[in-house]
């Protein structure tokens, strides 16, 4: 004879129950896990970075189009697939390794040289040297 099983009184013994709001984040953290300060100062460095980057782009792109370079005739001389090179002057915000910027520099008869960076302006509790 079948037997209809009896209901555990407690369903939370075998599956715990799980609020609504339990596994949300703070509201304070919903969107960043930085504090808005912290948020602004990082997304203000990745802006100057890509501002950076962009102009770099710009500089090798002239430098092409004086020396009468095609793209391909480029990626021809830097040793790169054409793809890459088209990509990375007409992409909207490029990333490009440093053996890609080296490689074009020197196909572009241009040599790459890190300067030290002027002294950065200290701002808030840090300006006044505490």
Known sequence: MWHRRR????PSAHYPRITPGRHRRPPHRQWSRFPPTA???????ARRRIGRIDSFIRLLDERRSTLDLSKAELARRAGLR????R????AEGPNPTMATLLALTEALDLELVAEPMPPKRLEG???SGQ
Do not use: S
């Not at 209901?7 to 407690?10: I, K, L, Q, Y």
């Not at 948020?39 to 460095?45: D, G, L, R």
């Not at 054409?82 to 090179?85: C, D, L, P, Q, Y």
């Open 82 to 85: 054409t793809e890459v090179v």
């Open 87 to 90: 990509r990375l002057f007409t």
């Open 39 to 45: 948020a602004n100062a990082f997304y203000q460095a």
């Open 7 to 10: 209901r555990d009184p407690t």
């Open 125 to 127: 509790r840090f300006a």
